[in-house]
């Protein structure tokens, strides 16, 4: 029977949040679910309904300058500083559900200069290219050639558009001539034409309208292939252009801070909309009858079209990163989607301008909807709401983040656009005016606090159900930055109305730490609002405060700090009760261990563990404040430490309390604190490890980082374990039945399930008493007719597999005569193409490919057959000797008393 395995902590990445996006181009697929953005130097396909990565380009190296998706999504378009251009095809995985693949159809140098723009036609056969060398350039997306190459603007080409016009009532020769000849042809041509039309209602044909740096918009006919107007208002960079067939009219935004409208019937200036911000985008919605237009301020507005007056009421100019840089918009879906500077993406609800449309003033359209393309650098983040299904995120900004939980059942079943799936943005809370560096949550999840370089704390008030996340109180004291904050974890009594309604019973209080280098105790009461007071202040530290942490039974705060020391203090009065030094460096973290978190020789009072930049975990005992263990493996800095909640799995379970750590090593690693040992080492990060939390029942792990990525490490050790012991189970059952195989002569199954269960030797031994049987059967190659049958009727990753121990067993020359037989029946029981074609298989792990295995053969086998050409030589030798023997007949030394017959030597006689 099998043994039960050793119980080792095993982790595993359950789930990531990985930035889709990090500035650059954007395309939306017209049915509002394939969102392609720019990462870096890759681009991603993301399923914005869900979350989930869809299919990743990997990049050349150089900088996107310019992306494209077809309406459609069936093609993909990136442009690369490398003046590299790619087609791809979106096609769906075989072997991933839910997925794309990107196959490349063409790979182009499309400009001598950088592409910096790319406009697909609505039918997306057709692609617009824009190079900083002032040329545009269309192409044929499925065939992968130019079309036409138009030359003429000054600079770089900022905007692109493609759209049909009415040949009828356009006039597009009308500025290109002035003589009355040529008015009469044109009279004549357009009667002509005219007359052509009349048997076909849609005489639309294609025109481009590209806008440039120097502000000039130019429209080209695709059909003449030739400019056709020139229009010459703006006086600087072109963002933005749409066509509207109802209005018959452009519009085109510039970076001169206006909207012009154009009539296209004469390409003269319809009007002219004074938006007084820089503008990056704009376009027709509802019927044309508004133009819309984001920029520099980083607010959607709205404008008639009947006289240019805003539609929308006054908005506040937002910051510098809340700037608008795209607005994406299709005709079958309800809603604008903005992109902003901070790489966020804002659903704006069109659900006002339902038609039959009242031009009156409006407020700014509702966003329903938040995704962050990237969470920048994760600082910190804690598990909020009553049953942990939110996130509260620090990402290096003045805002906080609460993202969604839930899990992808869930996701699947609300698929609107306001879903709370997995990793979407559900709340923003604002009220700091700079970077948030720490912040802590309640036992009830319903209670958060935060810290922040604007020299204040916030205490927020957070109710998911009703979707209600307010600031409750400000803290303001401190002279400079917050670097450490800490609430009370203790839960109420649970007959009391606090433990039964958390949201109207706040935290009784709070510690703020500083760089200021005190410690602050704040007392939070049912009506503060604004401006609490601080109880007491506490000048605790000689440099920066970096963490503060509240023991379980909320008598004891602790801070560490820069000047390599932790100070533990009593939280009601804020007296010091002790001083933990050992460290070499700085203090990074401090965390109180849980009450059930009990050490041999910890005493009462309990454990406190600390992180410091001498890249070391300490464990301290809490009552005379010795160190008890110094836990070592992190090639960096500790900067975040947590307990995991301590559950025997069975009374064969000898592991001690678990202490997860964060490092600037990127790795987060589990440590046994009763042996010291580390148990297991997380790697899913490229950058620092800033955040780390622990999920208060499951002990499932959330770590975040400076590489934006926040990962969700689900504890695997039961299931580990499980798995190890079964696998265990049926080795030794499987072992078992060899044997039986083996001793009862049954060679097929024998073989069948040692290549199965790869024991390389008890395969050997099979193959060598078949192959020096004393009575090998008539006819067989190998000794056995049996072993012939298996042998030529295995499956593709079995022959591989038998030929990889052929290959060992043959590098030795006591057992290369068997693998040399073995090897011969193979040879002679498959063609050459089949053998050829043999793969090692990815869910065996074997690597190498068939060519190295057969070259390994090929020099060991000529090495055996040189050593027995070697010993064929020498028989020769040994035969001659013998035969020469045997012709001189019995020979008889005698050598008795030839000394007394006066000889020297012996006498030989022969009979």
């Known amino acids: 029977m099998a043994?039960?395995?050793?119980?080792?902590?095993?982790?595993?990445?359950?789930?990531?949040?990985?930035?889709?996006?990090?500035?650059?181009?954007?395309?939306?697929?017209?049915?509002?679910?394939?969102?392609a953005a720019c990462l870096g130097e890759d681009a991603l396909l993301t399923d914005i309904t869900t979350g989930q990565e869809l299919a990743r380009v990997e990049g050349d190296g150089e900088t996107i300058t310019a992306l494209a998706l077809t309406?459609?999504?069936?093609?993909?378009?990136?442009?690369?500083?490398?003046?590299?251009?790619?087609?791809?095809?979106?096609?769906?995985?075989?072997?991933?559900?839910?997925?794309?693949q990107a196959e490349l159809l063409r790979a182009l140098k499309p400009h001598t200069s950088p592409v910096v723009s790319l406009q697909v036609d609505d039918t997306g056969t057709l692609l617009a290219t824009g190079g900083a060398d002032g040329i545009v350039k269309v192409w044929d997306i499925r065939a992968g050639y130019a079309t036409h190459t138009f030359h003429g603007h000054g600079g770089v080409v900022s905007a692109l558009l493609f759209f049909q016009i009415d040949s009828l009532r356009s006039n597009d020769d009308a500025r290109d001539g002035t003589s009355k000849k040529r008015k009469r042809k044109r009279s004549q041509q357009e009667e002509d034409s005219q007359l052509e039309s009349s048997k076909d209602d849609n005489a639309l044909e294609y025109r481009l309208a590209s806008g440039a740096e120097d502000g000039k918009i130019r429209i080209w006919n695709l059909h003449k292939k030739n400019s056709v107007a020139v229009l010459d208002s703006h006086v600087s960079v072109v963002r933005a252009l749409d066509f509207s067939p109802q209005q018959h009219a452009l519009v085109s935004g510039s970076r001169d801070k206006t909207l012009i409208l154009w009539d296209a019937r004469t390409w003269k200036v319809k009007r002219t909309i004074p938006a007084l911000e820089s503008i990056e985008s704009a376009g027709f919605i509802r019927d044309s009858q508004l133009v819309f237009s984001g920029g520099e301020y980083g607010r959607v507005r709205l404008w008639t079209t009947a006289d240019g007056g805003e539609l929308t009421r006054e908005q506040r100019p937002?910051?510098?990163?809340?700037?608008?840089?795209?607005?994406?918009?299709?005709?079958?879906?309800?809603?604008?989607?903005?992109?902003?500077?901070?790489?966020?993406?804002?659903?704006?609800?069109?659900?006002?301008?339902?038609?039959?449309?009242?031009?009156?003033?409006?407020?700014?359209?509702?966003?329903?909807?938040?995704?962050?393309?990237?969470?920048?650098?994760?600082?910190?983040?804690?598990?909020?709401?009553?049953?942990?299904?939110?996130?509260?995120?620090?990402?290096?900004?003045?805002?906080?983040?609460?993202?969604?939980l839930?899990?992808?059942?869930?996701?699947?079943?609300?698929?609107?656009?306001?879903?709370?799936?997995?990793?979407?943005?559900?709340?923003?809370?604002?009220?700091?005016?700079?970077?948030?560096?720490?912040?802590?949550?309640d036992w009830s999840g319903h209670w958060l606090a935060t810290g922040a370089k604007d020299n204040t704390a916030r205490v927020w008030r957070l109710d998911p159900v009703n979707d209600s996340y307010t600031c409750f109180a400000v803290l303001t004291g401190h002279a400079e930055s917050l670097g450490a904050i800490s609430l009370p974890h203790t839960s109420p009594p649970s007959n009391s109305s606090a433990f039964y309604e958390p949201l109207s019973h706040p935290p009784e209080f709070l510690i703020t730490g500083s760089q200021d280098r005190t410690v602050k105790r704040w007392d939070i009461s049912k009506e503060a609002k604004r401006g609490l007071r601080a109880k007491y202040t506490r000048k605790a530290h000689d440099k920066d405060i970096n963490a503060i942490d509240i023991d379980p039974s909320a008598t004891l705060f602790a801070s560490a700090s820069q000047d390599r020391t932790v100070k533990i203090y009593s939280a009601a009065e804020g007296d010091a009760q002790g001083v933990l030094r050992g460290h070499r460096r700085g203090v990074w973290t401090v965390k109180f261990a849980p009450k059930d978190s009990q050490v041999p020789g910890s005493g009462s009072k309990g454990l406190i563990a600390t992180g410091s930049g001498d890249k070391t975990v300490k464990i301290w005992n809490l009552s005379d404040y010795s160190c008890l263990l110094t836990l070592e493996g992190h090639t960096n800095s500790v900067l975040k430490l947590a307990w995991t909640s301590y559950r025997p799995i069975d009374v064969r379970d000898k592991r001690g309390p678990q202490l997860a750590s964060a490092a600037g090593d990127g790795l987060v690693k589990v440590w046994d604190t009763g042996s010291g040992e580390a148990m297991c080492t997380l790697d899913n990060h490229t950058d620092r490890v800033w955040a780390l939390t622990v999920h208060p029942t499951s002990n499932a792990l959330i770590s975040g980082g400076g590489d934006s990525v926040i990962t969700f490490w689900k504890d695997t050790t039961?299931?580990?374990?499980?798995?190890?012991?079964?696998?265990?189970a049926e080795r030794v059952e499987l072992d078992q039945r060899l044997q039986n195989f083996a001793y009862a002569g049954n060679y097929r199954e024998a073989i069948t399930l040692a290549l199965h269960m790869d024991q390389p030797g008890r395969l050997l031994t099979l193959f060598k008493s078949v192959v020096e049987t004393e009575s090998p059967d008539k006819g067989s190659m190998s000794g056995l007719t049996a072993v012939d049958d298996v042998l030529g009727h295995l499956g593709d990753e079995q022959l591989y597999t038998l030929l990889m121990r052929l290959r060992d067993w043959n590098t030795n020359a006591r057992t290369s005569p068997v693998a040399q037989k073995i090897l011969w029946v193979i040879v002679k029981s498959y063609p050459a193409s089949r053998l050829a074609n043999l793969k090692p298989s990815r869910r065996t792990g074997v690597k190498g490919s068939l060519k190295d295995v057969l070259d390994a053969m090929n020099a060991y086998s000529e090495r055996h057959y040189r050593r027995i050409e070697d010993l064929v030589d020498e028989s020769y030798l040994l035969d001659f000797t013998l035969r020469e023997m045997d012709e001189i007949g019995d020979v008889k030394a005698v050598t008795n008393g030839t000394s007394r017959l006066g000889l020297t030597q012996d006498i030989v006689m022969v009979e």
């Open 406 to 441: 839930e899990p992808p059942s869930a996701a699947e079943r609300n698929g609107s656009l306001g879903g709370k799936y997995f990793g979407a943005d559900v709340a923003t809370l604002k009220g700091h005016e700079d970077v948030i560096i720490c912040l802590d949550v």
């Open 3 to 35: 043994q039960r395995a050793t119980v080792k902590t095993t982790y595993a990445v359950h789930r990531t949040i990985q930035p889709i996006y990090s500035g650059g181009g954007v395309g939306l697929s017209e049915d509002g679910r394939i969102l």
């Open 318 to 404: 937002g910051i510098e990163t809340d700037a608008i840089v795209n607005i994406i918009y299709h005709a079958s879906l309800p809603y604008l989607l903005s992109v902003h500077a901070d790489q966020v993406f804002n659903f704006h609800s069109l659900g006002p301008l339902e038609l039959p449309f009242v031009e009156e003033m409006l407020e700014p359209l509702p966003i329903v909807r938040r995704i962050s393309g990237t969470h920048d650098e994760v600082i910190d983040l804690a598990y909020v709401g009553p049953d942990k299904s939110l996130l509260a995120l620090a990402t290096n900004s003045e805002d906080v983040r609460i993202v969604s």
């Open 718 to 728: 039961i299931s580990t374990l499980e798995a190890a012991t079964t696998a265990e």
């Open 71 to 100: 309406p459609s999504a069936t093609h993909l378009i990136v442009c690369w500083r490398s003046l590299s251009m790619r087609i791809y095809a979106l096609v769906p995985s075989l072997t991933e559900q839910h997925a794309l």
